[in-house]
């Protein structure tokens, strides 16, 4: 039987019947059915195995750090330092508990796909018509549908009547598609196969027959799923550069422990002490607040973010925003409204201009510029009227719920702002016939009595559908004169006036108007030439000035959609997305061979800002391209079509008011006002915390590096230890974390979105943070080994009262040293530091804990540490602040 799904569109009715063997009359026989559903199987999505909850909580301990810090509280445990121990496995546990919690929930797209299938099918089999699971369809079985139903398999259409399909979750397509049942060009995308019909899709109007061409996995749908399962799921930024700062932090780490205990071994130093000290200082080495903080932070800004409309489905996906150079978004609902508008209407010799929202009853029309009352204006009032009353849309002005085509929505629409009510007009007007609207005619009429509305005849004939379809059937036209002969000069006026509205992104639509006697009559001979109507899915208001926004910030927009090429470039320049209308759109058929494109073919490609009739798996391609050449990818998207391209970007956001379930679950992002403008928010969030991160990460190790060189000092002269091990335990468990996790919070400036993103392969700490590092942690040792000094020989300190001064003195500077991490172009006392309140809670409650530390009975005495006095206090206090002077004269000369 070969493989008939293949070019299904391009055969003829009795060509796909032939060769699947079955007549449409009878349907297949129950033995036949048996045998093909053993050979084809059932009609359903596959489910792809996915990884189980014990994976997922496996997954959560393999980064590096994560394995460094397991060892830190082995070896802290191993001493009895049962306070580092405890609060390194306290990070693990919430680190593991939250990803686990979030990872669990991100890749449900399958299960979503799976809950398509549930459906049921009326067949005709053996001659009669049954409802059978749809699952239990196979090829070559004849299908009976119609309006409201679900599609159950892929079908070519074998007879239909008026029948339209809203494909827009498969297709990205915004409007109702309305079907035939001719064959077509083989080579077409999805969107233009307009005699088959997709599983999954909805019959949204009339009814028909259509035979089985593909079930299951062979499907678009399937396919779809299939692609879904098989995305490349990327790691985000942060778990790479994460990972690579742990690496490095292991080798510091065995450096220190081997460096410290050598020298202090060298110099005399008992071998214990050094051994507890240099296991202490690797301890120290590694920062543990790190991932706990990190989490945190992450999880403050998706808090944020859900106050602004966008819920995160992965952690770590908030901070990938930030590095997000490229966004390839949809155009309906997204960039614009999803709802069609009339906009511009032509008459004989007028142009006029419809305003109002989409759906609001209130509105103005206006002509040059100039105010317009359509209830004193008799041509445009005749149009408006015949719009409404040649339609089968349904429309309440009140609570704003609408039922039918888009289309006939907005000219439902565009009479009420014209004061012209359907239900009130149809009282006076009652229709008695209608010649539905046919995709071969594309026109509609409906013939409605008029005996008491002033007419000669007694029936009004109303007609609405593409000019070339109805400019034909009329004989004149209704101008400011009056009613005139209709030439072929006034014909060709116009086309021309058509083709530029449609050049400018409309929808055209004609409309003609008669009057007759006998209501049975042809409708469509003698009509009077009204004029056209240009309807768009105008633009969202704000977006504009969002993707201003993100030129300015380095992030290149990139329209990915499945509408046809001038709508797509005409809303690219309403938008601001590209400046000229002649700007190349490239068709999704330039996609489908990336793997094969020279270097300057793959260029072209990435710099191309509009892409039109894209299908899912040139989706796919264009992300994976971009990554290939370093990109960060956001896309957006809603229908199941988009789900794969979702699954493969850095991120995916998915709409959450008319998005399906199978593409909000594949996201890493749903907004949930389906607003462009809440991206842009999102992604200044990101890049906030990212800064974030990388403050608290300084902060940290800096002050870790300090105390490292400060006993490692202190150890290769020969000289007592400034600090003993469980004092360096304490700072890092319990000093050091709140300042950080103050940093962590913060909410950074607007001035990060004046700058370009970051480099996708910048690492957490790049060269010059490192060097920061060394700088600070040589004034901080510096500083503690100058006010040990300075309490053991000057003030004539014991060992202990000396060792406390030191312990404070770091303690201290290392408080003080948060300011240090503000940007260098502000000021010391006015920035995004000392204006965060969080900060001063720290500073309070870490200078609590050191007084406790220093005077609480018990916990001064396991320590080891006694009250300094009035001169210690002074020698601390002065010394822990030149840290603070020192970085804010670097930051200005640096700056």
Not at 197 to 206: H, N, W
Not at 534 to 561: F, N, S, Y
Not at 865 to 887: C, H, N, Q, R, T
Request: with cysteine; hydrophobic share 45%.
């Amino acid at each position: 039987m070969g493989s008939p799904a293949i070019a299904a569109h391009a055969q003829s009715v009795e060509h796909v019947l032939q060769t699947l063997e079955v007549k449409k009359e009878r349907g297949l026989s129950a033995r036949e059915v048996q045998r093909r559903r053993e050979q084809y199987g059932a009609n359903r999505i596959q489910k792809v195995k996915r990884r189980s909850r014990w994976q997922i909580l496996l997954d959560q301990f393999k980064s590096p750090i994560i394995a460094l810090l397991g060892v830190a509280s082995l070896l802290s445990f191993a001493f009895q330092e049962w306070i580092e121990g405890v609060a390194v496995l306290i990070a693990i546990g919430l680190n593991a508990a939250i990803g686990f919690v979030t990872e669990s929930k991100a890749v449900q797209s399958m299960a979503a796909l799976q809950e398509l299938s549930h459906t049921a099918a009326t067949v005709r089999r053996q001659g009669q018509l049954e409802q059978i699971p749809a699952e239990d369809l196979v090829l070559g079985d004849v299908v009976v549908f119609e309006a409201g139903d679900l599609v159950p398999a892929d079908l070519r259409i074998v007879e239909r009547s008026k029948l339209q399909v809203d494909e827009s979750a498969l297709t990205g397509e915004s409007l109702p598609v309305s079907k035939t049942i001719d064959p077509l060009a083989t080579d077409l995308p999805l969107a233009e196969q307009t005699n088959l019909l997709f599983k999954g899709t909805a019959i949204t109007r009339g009814s028909g027959s259509g035979v089985v061409v593909a079930v299951g996995m062979e499907t678009k749908l399937g396919q779809i799923s299939q692609l879904t399962a098989e995305a490349k799921e990327e790691v985000t930024p942060l778990e790479k550069r994460l990972d690579q700062l742990g690496r490095r932090l292991i080798w510091i780490t065995l450096i220190v422990a081997v460096f410290v205990a050598v020298a202090g071994i060298l110099g005399g130093k008992d071998l214990l002490l050094m051994v507890e000290t240099a296991i202490a200082l690797s301890v120290a080495a590694v920062p543990e607040g790190l991932p706990i903080v990190a989490t945190i932070a992450l999880a403050r800004g998706m808090w944020r973010m859900a106050q602004r409309n966008a819920l995160i489905h992965r952690l770590s996906a908030v901070e990938t925003l930030g590095a997000t150079n490229v966004i390839c978004t949809d155009k309906t609902g997204t960039l614009t409204e999803n709802r069609m508008t009339v906009t511009q209407i032509a008459l004989a010799d007028a142009e006029i201009q419809g305003m109002g929202e989409a759906l609001e009853a209130a509105g103005e029309f206006s002509a040059d510029h100039q105010g317009i009352n359509p209830g004193q204006h008799e041509r445009l009032q005749a149009l408006l009227t015949v719009g409404v009353l040649c339609n089968n849309a349904a429309l309440s002005t009140r609570d704003r719920s609408r039922i039918g085509d888009p289309t006939e929505i907005a000219l439902l629409v565009a009479g009420a702002k014209a004061g012209l009510d359907r239900d009130a007009l149809l009282k006076t007007m009652p229709e008695v016939r209608e010649i539905a609207f046919d995709s071969d005619s594309k026109r509609m009429a409906t013939v409605h009595r008029a005996a008491d509305q002033g007419w000669s005849e007694p029936y009004r004939v109303a007609v609405k559908g593409a000019l070339e379809s109805v400019l034909p059937l009329c004989t004149q036209q209704w101008t400011a004169q009056g009613l005139q002969d209709l030439g072929e000069a006034e014909r060709r006026q116009w086309s021309e006036r058509s083709e530029a509205m449609a050049s400018s992104g409309l929808r055209v639509l004609g409309f003609a108007q008669k009057q007759m006697s006998d209501p049975k009559a042809d409708p469509y001979r003698h009509l009077t030439w009204l004029g056209l109507v240009g309807l768009l899915d105008p633009p969202r208001q704000p977006v504009k000035e969002a993707i201003a926004a993100c030129h300015q910030a380095g992030i290149r927009v990139i329209m990915v959609t499945g509408d046809q090429p001038i709508t797509a470039r005409n809303i690219g320049v309403a938008v601001g997305l590209v400046q000229e209308a002649e700007t190349q759109v490239r068709l999704g058929e330039a996609l489908n061979h990336v793997d094969q494109c020279s270097p300057p073919e793959a260029q072209a490609l990435v710099q191309t800002p509009i892409f039109a009739r894209v299908s899912p798996k040139q989706k796919l391609d264009l992300i994976t391209l971009h990554q290939r050449q370093g990109s960060i990818v956001a896309m957006t998207g809603d229908g199941v079509n988009d789900a794969p391209a979702l699954k493969q970007a850095d991120i995916g956001i998915a709409m959450g008011q008319r998005g399906t379930q199978v593409a909000r679950e594949a996201a890493d992002m749903v907004l949930q006002d389906d607003a462009f403008p809440t991206i842009l928010v999102a992604i200044a969030q990101g890049r906030n915390i990212f800064a974030n991160i990388r403050k608290f990460t300084l902060y940290l190790l800096s002050g870790n590096v300090g105390e490292i060189i400060a006993v490692a000092i202190a150890s290769l002269l020969g000289a007592p230890l400034p600090l003993l091990p469980l004092q360096i335990l304490f700072l890092n468990a319990v000093s050091d974390v709140f300042p950080a996790l103050a940093l962590g919070v913060g909410e950074g400036t607007a001035a990060v979105m004046h700058s370009p993103p970051r480099d996708s392969q910048e690492p957490v700490l790049p060269h010059r943070s490192w060097i920061a590092i060394g700088l600070y942690g040589l004034i901080i040792a510096g500083t503690v080994l100058a006010s040990f000094a300075v309490a053991l020989q000057v003030l004539a300190f014991d060992l202990s009262q000396a060792v406390t001064v030191s312990f404070l003195t770091l303690a201290f500077a290392r408080l003080w040293h948060v300011f240090n991490m503000r940007e260098s172009a502000s000021g010391l006392w006015h920035n995004e530091i000392s204006s965060n309140r969080f900060i001063w809670g720290a500073l309070a409650l870490c200078t609590a804990l050191l007084l406790t530390a220093t005077y609480a009975p018990g916990l001064s005495g396991v320590l080891q540490l006694v009250p300094p006095g009035g001169e210690g206090w002074g020698l601390i206090l002065g010394a822990s602040l030149i840290p603070l002077g020192v970085g804010y004269w670097v930051n200005q000369r640096w700056h």
